[in-house]
């Protein structure tokens, strides 16, 4: 994945170094600078042009999710996301009205936000490597619930089998990540079905998606059963 530029918007400063360690912890960051208040945050948008940006809703000057009109109109693509003690229920809605990627709670644990993060990255990299788009593809994307067990074939989404859900699902282990063209050949299936039923599984918290890195050659996207 290419390299993701990220600001940091949060009036203490002691709390924007923590979320800069929690980036940290995924390679693909890179932090392009820190905003302690409105202003500024609205100024390092324009300066840098991130891609993402981590904001939080007071700041001395304005409500943060009042600044969501400008940066819109600032950076159309900018992806979003909020890191806040506002429980306000108008705060949360606007901020859905706007696009934000998601809205987290302080306290925030290094689990809680690098789950999210993963989430987030999921969807980036479902975008980045999109060859053919189908429902299953679009319910992967957006995120579908976990369906309970005893769901029926009819139930599933277009593109998406229960015989050939029920083969991938054998085959994945908790503790033992696979990649797509190794649950392919289990399951005699090519790399893009399979990869498009282990993606839908990742909708639904079946099972989970890491980018593990080898000594040599490009990373690779394992999945796990949950």
Not at 22 to 31: D, G, H, N, Q
Not at 52 to 69: E, Q
Not at 156 to 185: C, R
Request: aromatic fraction near 8%; charge should be negative.
């Amino acid at each position: 994945m290419k390299t993701i530029k990220a600001v940091i918007a949060e009036d203490d400063f002691r709390v924007a170094l923590v979320h800069e360690k929690f980036l940290a912890e995924f390679p693909c960051f890179e932090v392009v600078g820190k905003a302690l208040n409105a202003k500024e945050t609205l100024a390092l948008v324009e300066e840098k042009s991130p891609d993402f940006l981590l904001l939080d809703v007071y700041f001395p000057d304005r409500i943060g999710v009042d600044l969501l009109p400008d940066l819109r109109a600032l950076s159309p693509h900018l992806d979003i996301m909020m890191i806040t003690a506002a429980v306000e229920k108008d705060f949360i809605e606007k901020a859905l009205h706007y696009g934000v990627e998601h809205y987290l709670i302080k306290p925030v644990s290094l689990k809680q936000f690098k789950e999210t993060v993963e989430k987030y990255l999921d969807k980036k990299r479902l975008l980045e490597t999109a060859g053919t788009v189908d429902q299953a593809w679009v319910d992967s994307l957006f995120g579908s619930p976990r369906r309970e067990a005893g769901t029926q074939e009819t139930e599933l989404p277009k593109g998406i089998d229960a015989i050939t859900l029920s083969k991938v699902k054998a085959v994945l282990i908790p503790d033992q990540g696979q990649s797509a063209e190794q649950v392919a050949e289990k399951i005699g299936a090519s790399r893009t079905t399979a990869r498009r039923y282990l993606e839908y599984l990742v909708s639904i918290r079946t099972c989970r998606a890491e980018v593990e890195y080898g000594i040599v050659g490009r990373p690779e996207r394992k999945y796990y059963l949950v």
